[in-house]
């Protein structure tokens, strides 16, 4: 099953993707909040190292079972959502650098614009730096539109631009 919910047993593998990719400086504490909380979605993309065997599992697809099984499982992806009802919100979602463009991220998103009803008028949102371009294309592909900009939001006084998702 390569996406499931996040366990305080899988923060180490979380906290090194956050450090290596040095976009955000959640700590152990504050990841452990959100897994606890009850309104938070925290899950992780896990990948299990096979012997011999290679699944043919697409890391598109969201949450589902694998036949295979192993005990040793890299930790390749997370993603923290708050799921507030009609609003909710993607706090952070990060993929390996070095499996980055897999599907990861996808697979990830997937997993928390499951839980909304765009037919009743549910919507997603999120904010993203204005000058992370890769980021920004990656939620347009998704159906994330831009809505408002915070200017000088971030503290090395970039903007974010405000996105949501709304069907």
Not at 60 to 88: E, T, W
């Given at each position: 099953?390569?996406?499931?919910?996040?366990?305080?047993?899988?923060?180490?593998?979380?906290?090194?993707?956050?450090k290596?990719?040095?976009?955000?400086?959640?700590?152990?504490?504050?990841?452990?909040?959100?897994?606890?909380?009850?309104?938070?979605?925290?899950?992780?993309?896990?990948?299990?190292?096979?012997?011999?065997?290679?699944?043919?599992?697409d890391?598109?697809?969201?949450?589902?079972?694998?036949?295979?099984q192993?005990d040793?499982?890299?930790?390749?992806?997370?993603?923290?959502?708050?799921?507030?009802g009609?609003?909710?919100?993607?706090?952070?979602?990060?993929a390996?650098?070095?499996?980055?463009?897999?599907?990861?991220?996808?697979?990830?998103?997937?997993?928390?614009?499951?839980?909304?009803?765009?037919?009743?008028?549910?919507?997603?949102?999120?904010?993203?730096?204005?000058?992370?371009?890769?980021?920004?294309?990656?939620?347009?592909?998704?159906?994330?539109?831009?809505?408002?900009?915070?200017?000088?939001?971030?503290?090395?006084?970039?903007?974010?631009?405000?996105?949501?998702?709304?069907?």
């Amino acid at each position: 099953m390569p996406v499931r919910e996040m366990k305080i047993d899988d923060l180490p593998q979380v906290l090194q993707i956050q450090k290596a990719l040095a976009f955000q400086d959640w700590n152990e504490r504050q990841f452990i909040a959100e897994i606890t909380a009850d309104y938070a979605l925290c899950v992780v993309y896990e990948e299990a190292q096979f012997n011999s065997a290679q699944s043919n599992e697409d890391p598109r697809d969201s949450i589902g079972a694998s036949p295979l099984q192993n005990d040793s499982k890299d930790i390749l992806g997370y993603a923290v959502f708050h799921l507030m009802g009609p609003d909710s919100e993607l706090l952070s979602i990060a993929a390996n650098a070095s499996h980055q463009r897999a599907g990861i991220g996808t697979a990830l998103l997937n997993a928390g614009l499951a839980n909304l009803d765009f037919a009743k008028g549910d919507k997603m949102f999120l904010e993203v730096r204005e000058g992370n371009t890769k980021a920004r294309r990656f939620y347009e592909k998704h159906g994330f539109e831009p809505y408002a900009e915070r200017k000088k939001y971030y503290a090395d006084g970039e903007n974010a631009i405000l996105y949501q998702k709304s069907k």
